[in-house]
């Protein structure tokens, strides 16, 4: 593009170009904007598109496939008609996936506050009686999940993301002899925020690896197994499968919800894991459930059919979300392409955009598009304490706002990029 990168200009084409940018920001602060690109969460469009569900399963339509009359109390392993439509997604044996709640999140705080109060099997002792507890976070990352082990005085050890998962070789050697490492989190599919997908082949070495601590847990955060912008597809690795077959069946205790595939606050969120997994939780959640929501499963039955009705209904998201992805993708190339103070990644599905700015600017950043109306997630959010080292992680949520407010959004985030790269060569 002959477009100067920052780093390699003078004094003068430096002075010259934080002129043009300070021109550049006041303008945009002129504009008076209002835009919001923090928030993952699907837009009215993708939430109409499940409108059918409120309909559902219908006035005279409450017995489950079994002849369970879905209105009563009972049945604390959900729907065996909903668990099997995302077994077959995930490829999980039916008897090893539950249906639960609304919220995935909630299911994930359950399963620690049991392993907490009483161990899982294999435990010496519940972890809240020993004295330091580890967790292992792939960073960038889901600031939920930092924030779950922070209420919980969980000490957070970072390893670094990579286009394949997590660094595989960090974990293994965290893991070999530090019994206080009891966990991972893991987004496998469609990372938040990097998009990464984590591979069969890292995958196949968590599910070997030797572990320190007998009851070391991976939380294998399938949020966005099926939520694909690209026709190449990332598919579901057999985590439980690897890991009975490695000898530690325990190991991985699975996630997913249809937050973003029906409704965000009103879906169906399920757990997987090998038997005794599955037999541990629902020993435990009897004490505080005498059954879930099997109208609302049964309403999703109804709503989505089969494996394939997801898959299809995945695509009528996706033809909503890729001109978001595009516009997003369009600007920060348009604007920052060549310039040398920015790098993001194309994403194949899940919801975000992680875009690395000039290190030790990020926060600045969000502070100059704070300043001009564009809101972002703060800076660090995606790290452990909310703390990037680097202070050049941004993560940017393009599913909510429209098409030309993104472009908006993104074309002033460029301006502020680069103001802020320029000031801090000046400075
Ligand atoms: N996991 C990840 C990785 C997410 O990004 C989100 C939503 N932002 C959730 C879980 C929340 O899932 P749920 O709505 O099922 O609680």
């Known amino acids: 593009t002959g477009r100067p990168v920052v780093a390699d200009l003078d004094a003068a084409a430096l002075t010259t170009l934080h002129a043009t940018l300070l021109d550049e920001y006041a303008a945009l602060q002129a504009r008076g904007l209002r835009l919001d690109i923090t928030r993952g969460k699907p837009s009215p469009e993708q939430l109409d598109l499940a409108q059918p569900l409120l309909g559902l399963p219908g006035e005279d339509d409450f017995r489950a496939a079994d002849g369970t009359d879905t209105r009563n109390y009972g049945g604390l392993a959900g729907l065996p008609e909903l668990r099997a439509i995302y077994a077959d997604l995930l490829g999980i044996p039916v008897e090893q996936l539950l249906a639960s709640g609304t919220s995935s999140l909630t299911v994930m705080f359950d399963v620690l506050a049991y392993a907490f109060l009483f161990g899982r099997d294999g435990s010496p002792q519940p972890w809240g009686r020993e004295e330091k507890v580890r967790w292992i976070c792939p960073v960038p990352g889901y600031d939920r999940h930092f924030a779950m082990l922070e209420h919980l005085g969980i000490e957070m050890v970072t390893v670094d993301q990579t286009p394949d998962g997590p660094d595989v070789e960090a974990i293994a050697r965290l893991v070999a002899d530090d019994p206080t490492i009891k966990g991972l989190w893991l987004v496998p599919t469609y990372s938040n925020p990097g998009g990464e997908t984590t591979s069969a082949e890292v995958a196949a070495r968590l599910a070997a690896m030797p572990a320190a601590a007998p009851d070391f847990t991976v939380l294998w955060d399938n949020a966005y197994a099926v939520h694909h912008l690209t026709d190449d597809e ?89 001109p978001k992805f595009g516009a997003v993708l369009d600007t920060l190339d348009a604007r920052l392409g060549g310039t040398g103070t920015a790098t993001w990644n194309t994403p194949r599905g899940g919801y975000f955009v992680s875009l690395d700015v000039v290190d030790g600017t990020a926060r600045r950043v969000v502070e100059l598009a704070r300043e001009a109306g564009i809101a972002l997630t703060p800076a660090g959010a995606s790290f452990p304490y909310g703390h990037d080292p680097r202070d050049r992680n941004i993560r940017i949520a393009p599913t909510f706002p429209p098409v030309d407010e993104i472009r908006v959004a993104i074309d002033g985030l460029a301006t502020c990029v680069l103001l802020a790269a320029v000031e801090q060569r000046l400075s």
């Open 234 to 322: 990332s598919k579901a690795v057999d985590v439980l499968g690897l890991a009975a077959a490695s000898g530690h069946p325990d190991r991985f205790v699975v996630f997913a919800s249809t937050s973003k595939v029906t409704f965000a606050g009103a879906g169906v969120a399920f757990l997987a894991g090998s038997p005794s997994t599955v037999a541990w939780y629902l020993r435990h959640l009897a004490f505080g459930s005498i059954g879930p929501d099997k109208v609302n499963h049964l309403r999703h039955v109804r709503f989505l059919r089969d494996a394939d009705g997801v898959r299809a209904h995945m695509h009528r998201h996706r033809e909503i979300l890729e």
